[in-house]
């Protein structure tokens, strides 16, 4: 069932409960692994759900159920990386094809996942989070100094407290939702997505939120300080908030598709940007939050 | 020799070395003269890449997208529902790389070139056909989406019908005002995320 391949295996210590059968057909297996500092965990999986979450020491531990014995999963370590691959057999389906992972690792390792049905999800991390998926919906929250990448193309995607991160989001039709997301550069580009940010706008970073046709929504509180510039080409914007005037403006301004100014110190700069979507930059009541 | 018969003879000359005629020619012309030194200068670079550990296979990926997109390559790569690409191919193919890398790098090259020395071009960088089934690029990959993954096809076909309509209206809108940067670089953004799509549907992973 499992392909292991040879030399490569060489410093993983896996153990497989391989044929306990959980439901009609399905197979769980569970690999462990020996890591260092920093390690890598990758795993790419056509159909079924992704869950990484941190655990104490050295180790990967990785519980895989199959849906039925039209898949494979085939691993590997090399190094300090870890390697896990569903591997469809002919007649698989969305269904039959389907692995549910659920990965522990150190909560310094880098993890780059892969589904086209997902749901993915991250927490509790701190290294490199990278995710991709077709119509999976993606989730990461809990995380502290990270890099978070991320691709889907009609996937929600959805952050929450992640601190002092590095993200960069992608999505062609899901709704991309940021909850107290902070960091040195947050950016977000969907096509036809809506974009919500809730959060103070800190860490003196850059934030670009930016659509094509979906709209933006940003909460802020009073205390924020950002400068902040908000355009779109063919939509409305509207803004709660009294901002203290620029005195150049990177666009052309009209009242009603633009506006631009600076809020506390303007510590972080904000980019609202839309080419039909409505933009909506709102205050925060600092009871709700 | 003539520039046609050079050029005809150029593999054979990057193999064994040049001739006394190509030499001749080469001394004469310059344009000849340029290419023998490029290309010569590239199957060195690609010599010296040969031994290097085989690249991530999204290097792979991303160098077959954009030549897929370049138009220099066609349906291959699509045929059958391979999930895993042989190791060999690529091994054989691999002292390609770094030419493959070069043309992606002088073409972006070009393109950012052009962008910035004439932004209002970017409106018409690829014509999106006004059909409903977007360009013969998406068809080629829906259709091998729908040999791969069935399931999946009809979110990639909403998805280009989705960012080729942004993109006909962004062109539109370029149109009526050229040197609006923040439309340019809508347009580009909307640009990468079709991109993004096409690198998301040729994504052949691998542990």
Redesign the interface.
Request: glycine residues 2%; negative net charge; proline residues 0%.
């Given at each position: 069932m499992m392909r292991s391949r040879g030399n490569l295996t060489k410093a993983a210590v896996v153990t497989i409960l391989a044929g306990v059968a959980f439901g009609a057909g399905e197979i769980r297996k569970e690999f462990r692994y020996s890591v260092g500092p920093k390690a890598t965990v990758?795993v790419?999986n056509?159909y079924g759900p992704v869950s990484v979450r941190p655990i104490a020491g050295n180790q990967v531990i990785v519980t895989a159920v199959l849906n039925s014995d039209k898949v494979e999963v085939?691993?590997?370590q090399t190094g300090n990386r870890v390697?896990?691959?569903s591997?469809?057999l002919p007649g698989a389906?969305?269904e039959t094809g389907k692995v549910e992972y659920d990965l522990q690792v150190p909560s310094d390792a880098n993890v780059m996942l892969?589904s086209?049905t997902g749901p993915l999800s991250a927490e509790g991390l701190t290294g490199e989070i990278a995710m991709?998926g077709?119509?999976a919906a993606v989730e990461v929250r809990n995380v502290d100094d990270a890099h978070v990448h991320i691709?889907t193309?009609?996937g929600p995607v959805t952050l929450t407290n992640v601190q002092k991160g590095h993200v960069e989001i992608?999505s062609?039709?899901g709704d991309v939702n940021l909850n107290q997301v902070n960091g040195m550069l947050v950016e977000v580009?969907s096509?036809?997505g809506k974009i919500h940010y809730d959060g103070n706008f800190g860490d003196n970073g850059q934030y670009r939120l930016?659509s094509?046709?979906g709209d933006i929504e940003a909460f802020a509180p009073d205390t924020a300080s950002i400068d902040v510039s908000a355009?779109s080409?063919?939509g409305q914007v509207e803004n709660d908030f009294r901002l203290e005037p620029e005195q150049t403006t990177p666009?052309l301004m009209r009242a009603e598709s633009a506006f631009s100014g600076t809020l506390g110190k303007a510590a972080s700069s904000v980019k609202l940007?839309s080419?039909?979507g409505k933009i909506h930059l709102k205050k925060r009541s600092t009871k709700s939050k | 020799m003539n520039c046609a018969e050079f050029q005809e003879l150029l593999p054979e000359i990057l193999d064994s070395g040049e001739t006394s005629e190509s030499k001749v020619h080469a001394h004469s012309c310059k344009e000849c003269s340029e290419l023998y030194a490029e290309l010569r200068e590239i199957s060195q670079a690609a010599l010296l890449l040969r031994g290097v550990e085989e690249p991530n296979l999204r290097v792979w990926n991303s160098i077959e997208i954009t030549l897929r997109q370049e138009g220099l390559i066609r349906d291959a790569a699509l045929a059958g529902p391979a999930l895993v690409p042989g190791h060999s191919r690529n091994w054989r193919l691999a002292w390609l790389v770094p030419i493959a890398a070069l043309l992606v790098v002088m073409t972006s090259g070009i393109a950012i070139f052009q962008r910035n020395s004439q932004p209002q071009s970017i409106a018409n960088l690829t014509p999106i056909s006004t059909a409903d089934g977007g360009t013969a690029e998406d068809q080629e990959i829906l259709r091998a989406i729908g040999e791969r993954t069935p399931t999946l096809r009809a979110t990639y076909a909403a998805d280009l019908q989705n960012i080729n309509s942004y993109i006909r209206d962004a062109q539109d809108s370029l149109k009526n005002d050229p040197g609006d940067e923040e439309a340019q670089r809508a347009l580009m953004g909307a640009y990468e995320q079709r991109a993004m799509v096409y690198e998301m549907a040729f994504e052949r992973p691998l542990p």
């Open positions: 990758s790419t056509q085939d691993q590997n390697n896990m691959f591997r469809l389906d969305g892969h086209n991709e077709t119509t691709k193309l009609d992608t062609v039709s580009n096509n036809s930016m094509n046709t355009r080409i063919h666009f940007h080419f039909s | -």
